[in-house]
């Protein structure tokens, strides 16, 4: 009770004294616009010349320069995207002057206006296990069919490990996908990416910026124990309709944006977003991909999206959005798996006239459901019902940075499933969370510091989870910057499936249960009380970044996760959980039971870019290791070596060609051998049952230890070329031809356990893509 006090009484403490922080000296602030579309101009630098006071514009293309002494100085906005805007200014003390900048896209687009931004950012930011992704990086990977997707990036990042082509599922340093957070403007989404792992649910259109975390995040973000997903989407062109098409023998898709109401001199505007994509791949593999399967590839997703933005003269804004994500697919082993998530939300941005303290904030709603109907079995399903809110509140001091707010969640889940055994396991529940957060970034001469603590209180647990966090970075010299981060994380929400299968494509979810077993036993023997269902996680980074030319830049980070409490699905089930059966195990009959495990591992990146040459070499070694109370296991994502090359060239007299190259090799994953087959005798008639006379149908299996054995090693080789044909200034058409797995590796996708049939991963697939933009 004392602990809860301090770190409550600290909170509280924290927030009067930022509330009562007043205006020192004078502040600059404003916002930083695209000419030609009035969107956000992000990651842009804006410095008063012949001074050190300078930043960069944030998500919503706003910046403050605060604690400036009063004079004329010239502030300046640049950046390698956009021409270099300058005008005089007048601070005077204790006053907030108002600059905007309207800037014009560069006549040269250079190839390296991502990598300043990210020079910039490691220079400024301690930006550690952290990657930051914009459409033009998405535009690098080759794409399927012509259509660039968010996922395709995110498999080459260190630290991730994919199920492959298919079975979309994504595990981060040793992170589940249930315990990885994504969150789409603030919103929760409970599956972002399709059974087809080549594509996600976002449209590479709507991103402004991802920010992908996968380890070390700050107190900002709470709920998940292992990594999360930032997404941010445009605003719509406040200029002019513009949008695009595009169509490939995967699927077809549309964008549009425009205003409502024009951008004006008040600046005031209000523009919509609204984008549809869609997969027709089962049947146009029918005619184009037969070699893969004559009944065609069974995949099937339609992605929706809308929004609507209201923004006015001082750089506040209010959006609406919704969305309707779904999708179906057949598997051999599977009569039908389906699933729909679907909802929608406001969030806004507040520049108070006399406060230099931005707010921020969002509310939305959402409901998940998946359902699973496979051959003699019960159909299973899983369904989440959630609304989340937040409120946030930014303060610059110069080249420090403030961070509060709250943040709140409520979700009903409700699933049933069965286990190999045909036991039932069920639950429908109703929990509530609620986090404080509080963050400080300090900069003082070389050393950036950012420690930040949350306090995550559980309702329906009635748990109060105090989490304090730290990053930093040391800046060596100009080339070398050294960095780290720790922190503790926890969560309420688990998977509805288990993280020993090595095929599961039934991702459903749940609230923490309460009917674990009382104590766990922990790899050294020792008991201990398991005292309630919440996910525990530890993290702790080490790091370095090293300029080695100006074009050349190397990250490396080693990494340990240690996983406290681990909630599971028991496959070991026999009997249920009833007073009569009292005596019997709570390994035997729980539905879900306790684990402990430790993820470790380091990640090695190079990155070259120049102009019009950009290349990528990743190289990931983990380990990942789980405690069940009985065994030491490998889960099924445990891949020791993991290597992404990726080379993106442009050329031709108007560097209107390009070609991109993937190459990706990965060590085996773990799975579970089958050691024999029997016939099981029924003994349903008791001491009576004539067991000689029986001849069962069924087939028993035994297997081996758990994910003992090891699948072949993953390896494939994409490529894509792409030429831009220009109709004017704003209309073009992008023609796109690719090959996925050139070499047509026959990557092993599972082994059917009764049949022995190895059903493979997707071969050499040829394809074409058109992309037409206005």
Same mark, same amino acid.
């Given at each position: 009770?004392?602990?809860?006090?301090?770190?409550?009484?600290?909170?509280?403490?924290?927030?009067?004294?930022?509330?009562?922080? !007043?205006? &020192?000296?004078? @502040?600059?602030?404003?916002? /930083?616009?695209? +000419? =030609? $579309?009035?969107?956000?101009?992000?990651?842009?630098?804006?410095?008063?010349?012949?001074?050190?006071?300078?930043?960069?514009?944030?998500?919503?293309?706003?910046?403050?320069?605060?604690?400036?002494?009063?004079?004329?100085?010239?502030?300046?906005?640049?950046?390698?995207?956009?021409?270099?805007?300058?005008?005089?200014?007048?601070?005077?003390?204790?006053?907030?002057?108002?600059?905007?900048?309207?800037?014009?896209?560069?006549?040269?687009?250079? !190839?390296? &206006?991502?990598? @300043?931004?990210?020079?910039? /950012?490691?220079? +400024? =930011? $301690?930006?550690?296990?952290?990657?930051?992704?914009?459409?033009?990086?998405?535009?690098?990977?080759?794409?399927?069919?012509?259509?660039?997707?968010?996922?395709?990036?995110?498999?080459?990042?260190?630290?991730?490990?994919?199920?492959?082509?298919?079975?979309?599922?994504?595990?981060?340093?040793?992170?589940?996908?249930?315990?990885?957070?994504?969150?789409?403007?603030?919103?929760?989404?409970?599956?972002?990416?399709?059974?087809?792992?080549?594509?996600?649910?976002?449209?590479?259109?709507?991103?402004?910026? /991802?920010?992908?975390?996968?380890?070390?995040?700050?107190?900002?973000?709470?709920?998940?124990?292992?990594?999360?997903?930032?997404?941010?989407?445009?605003?719509?062109?406040?200029?002019?309709?513009?949008?695009?098409?595009?169509?490939?023998?995967?699927?077809?898709?549309?964008?549009?944006?425009?205003?409502?109401?024009?951008?004006?001199?008040?600046?005031?505007?209000?523009?919509?977003?609204?984008?549809?994509?869609?997969?027709?791949?089962?049947?146009?593999?029918?005619?184009?991909?037969?070699?893969?399967?004559?009944?065609?590839?069974?995949?099937?997703?339609?992605?929706?999206?809308?929004?609507?933005?209201?923004?006015?003269?001082?750089?506040?804004?209010?959006?609406?959005?919704?969305?309707?994500?779904?999708?179906?697919?057949?598997?051999?082993?599977?009569?039908?798996?389906?699933?729909?998530?679907?909802?929608?939300?406001?969030?806004?941005?507040?520049?108070?006239?006399?406060?230099?303290?931005?707010?921020?904030?969002?509310?939305?709603?959402?409901?998940?459901?998946?359902?699973?109907?496979?051959?003699?079995?019960?159909?299973?399903?899983?369904?989440?019902?959630?609304?989340?809110?937040?409120?946030?509140?930014?303060?610059?001091?110069?080249?420090?940075?403030?961070?509060?707010?709250?943040?709140?969640?409520?979700?009903?889940?409700?699933?049933?499933?069965?286990?190999?055994?045909?036991?039932?396991?069920?639950?429908?529940?109703?929990?509530?969370?609620?986090?404080?957060?509080?963050?400080?970034?300090?900069?003082?001469?070389?050393?950036?510091?950012?420690?930040?603590?949350?306090?995550?209180?559980?309702?329906?647990?009635?748990?109060?989870?105090?989490?304090?966090?730290?990053?930093?970075?040391?800046?060596?010299?100009?080339?070398?910057?050294?960095?780290?981060?720790?922190?503790?994380?926890?969560?309420?929400?688990?998977?509805?499936?288990?993280?020993?299968?090595?095929?599961?494509?039934?991702?459903?979810?749940?609230?923490?249960?309460?009917?674990?077993?009382?104590?766990?036993?922990?790899?050294?023997?020792?008991?201990?009380?398991?005292?309630?269902?919440?996910?525990?996680?530890?993290?702790?980074?080490?790091?370095?970044?090293?300029?080695?030319?100006?074009?050349?830049?190397?990250?490396?980070?080693?990494?340990?996760?240690?996983?406290?409490?681990?909630?599971?699905?028991?496959?070991?089930?026999?009997?249920?959980?009833?007073?009569?059966?009292?005596?019997?195990?709570?390994?035997?009959?729980?539905?879900?039971?306790?684990?402990?495990?430790?993820?470790?591992?380091?990640?090695?990146?190079?990155?070259?870019?120049?102009?019009?040459?950009?290349?990528?070499?990743?190289?990931?070694?983990?380990?990942?290791?789980?405690?069940?109370?009985?065994?030491?296991?490998?889960?099924?994502?445990?891949?020791?070596?993991?290597?992404?090359?990726?080379?993106?060239?442009?050329?031709?007299?108007?560097?209107?060609?390009?070609?991109?190259?993937?190459?990706?090799?990965?060590?085996?994953?773990?799975?579970?051998?089958?050691?024999?087959?029997?016939?099981?005798?029924?003994?349903?008639?008791?001491?009576?049952?004539?067991?000689?006379?029986?001849?069962?149908?069924?087939?028993?299996?035994?297997?081996?230890?758990?994910?003992?054995?090891?699948?072949?090693?993953?390896?494939?080789?994409?490529?894509?070329?792409?030429?831009?044909?220009?109709?004017?200034?704003?209309?073009?058409?992008?023609?796109?031809?690719?090959?996925?797995?050139?070499?047509?590796?026959?990557?092993?996708?599972?082994?059917?356990?009764?049949?022995?049939?190895?059903?493979?991963?997707?071969?050499?697939?040829?394809?074409?893509?058109?992309?037409?933009?206005?």
């Amino acid at each position: 009770m004392l602990k809860e006090f301090v770190v409550r009484a600290s909170f509280s403490l924290i927030f009067v004294l930022v509330t009562l922080v !007043g205006i &020192a000296q004078g @502040t600059i602030r404003g916002a /930083a616009i695209d +000419k =030609d $579309s009035g969107e956000p101009a992000i990651f842009v630098n804006v410095y008063l010349d012949g001074t050190n006071y300078g930043v960069t514009t944030d998500l919503q293309g706003f910046y403050t320069l605060n604690k400036i002494p009063a004079g004329t100085y010239t502030i300046v906005a640049t950046s390698m995207e956009y021409e270099a805007s300058k005008s005089q200014i007048v601070v005077v003390d204790n006053r907030i002057v108002t600059k905007d900048f309207t800037l014009k896209k560069a006549t040269i687009e250079l !190839g390296g &206006a991502e990598v @300043t931004a990210d020079r910039d /950012a490691q220079q +400024k =930011d $301690s930006r550690v296990s952290v990657a930051t992704i914009r459409p033009q990086d998405i535009k690098k990977i080759p794409s399927f069919g012509g259509q660039p997707d968010l996922v395709q990036v995110l498999q080459v990042l260190p630290g991730f490990v994919s199920t492959g082509d298919q079975g979309g599922q994504l595990y981060i340093r040793g992170g589940s996908p249930v315990q990885n957070k994504v969150l789409l403007d603030g919103m929760v989404i409970y599956n972002a990416f399709h059974s087809i792992g080549l594509f996600s649910v976002f449209d590479t259109d709507i991103i402004s910026n /991802a920010d992908v975390y996968t380890g070390g995040f700050g107190a900002e973000f709470g709920g998940r124990i292992s990594s999360v997903m930032n997404i941010t989407t445009k605003d719509g062109n406040k200029k002019r309709l513009s949008g695009s098409a595009g169509i490939s023998p995967f699927g077809a898709k549309l964008t549009l944006e425009g205003p409502l109401k024009k951008l004006g001199d008040d600046g005031s505007s209000i523009s919509y977003i609204l984008s549809a994509k869609t997969s027709y791949l089962e049947e146009s593999s029918k005619l184009l991909y037969t070699y893969v399967d004559e009944d065609g590839l069974p995949f099937n997703y339609t992605d929706l999206y809308g929004k609507i933005t209201l923004g006015s003269k001082a750089g506040s804004k209010v959006s609406l959005f919704g969305f309707n994500f779904s999708d179906d697919v057949r598997y051999q082993a599977l009569s039908k798996l389906n699933w729909n998530n679907y909802g929608g939300g406001g969030k806004f941005f507040v520049v108070p006239g006399g406060s230099p303290v931005l707010i921020s904030g969002y509310l939305s709603t959402s409901r998940y459901k998946i359902n699973l109907e496979e051959e003699n079995l019960e159909p299973r399903f899983s369904g989440v019902n959630s609304s989340n809110f937040g409120l946030d509140f930014k303060y610059s001091l110069r080249d420090d940075e403030i961070l509060y707010g709250v943040q709140g969640t409520t979700f009903k889940t409700s699933y049933q499933t069965f286990n190999a055994l045909g036991i039932r396991a069920e639950q429908e529940e109703n929990t509530t969370e609620f986090g404080l957060y509080f963050k400080y970034k300090l900069t003082h001469g070389k050393l950036i510091f950012e420690p930040s603590i949350r306090g995550h209180y559980y309702g329906s647990l009635s748990v109060f989870s105090p989490e304090p966090r730290l990053a930093a970075k040391f800046k060596f010299n100009e080339r070398l910057r050294i960095k780290m981060a720790a922190g503790i994380y926890s969560q309420n929400l688990i998977a509805a499936n288990s993280d020993r299968d090595v095929v599961n494509l039934f991702y459903g979810f749940l609230a923490g249960p309460e009917n674990l077993q009382d104590e766990f036993v922990m790899p050294n023997g020792e008991t201990r009380e398991v005292k309630d269902p919440l996910q525990r996680a530890s993290h702790a980074i080490l790091g370095f970044e090293f300029d080695i030319t100006e074009k050349i830049n190397l990250n490396v980070e080693g990494y340990v996760k240690k996983f406290g409490q681990v909630t599971n699905t028991n496959r070991n089930k026999l009997f249920p959980d009833t007073p009569e059966y009292s005596e019997v195990s709570d390994a035997l009959k729980k539905d879900f039971v306790i684990e402990s495990g430790l993820a470790k591992g380091v990640d090695v990146v190079i990155k070259y870019e120049e102009k019009y040459t950009y290349l990528w070499f990743v190289y990931s070694l983990g380990d990942v290791d789980r405690w069940d109370g009985f065994q030491w296991y490998d889960p099924v994502f445990d891949r020791r070596h993991n290597i992404n090359f990726v080379a993106s060239q442009a050329f031709g007299k108007k560097h209107d060609w390009e070609v991109n190259v993937r190459w990706n090799f990965g060590s085996g994953l773990p799975f579970t051998q089958t050691q024999g087959f029997y016939q099981p005798v029924s003994i349903d008639e008791g001491i009576g049952s004539d067991y000689l006379a029986q001849n069962p149908d069924e087939l028993g299996i035994t297997y081996g230890g758990l994910n003992e054995g090891r699948l072949p090693t993953y390896h494939r080789l994409d490529i894509s070329l792409h030429k831009s044909f220009k109709f004017g200034e704003r209309v073009s058409l992008d023609v796109s031809a690719g090959v996925t797995n050139v070499y047509s590796r026959a990557n092993v996708f599972y082994v059917n356990r009764v049949t022995n049939e190895v059903v493979e991963q997707l071969p050499f697939m040829p394809s074409i893509g058109l992309d037409f933009k206005f």
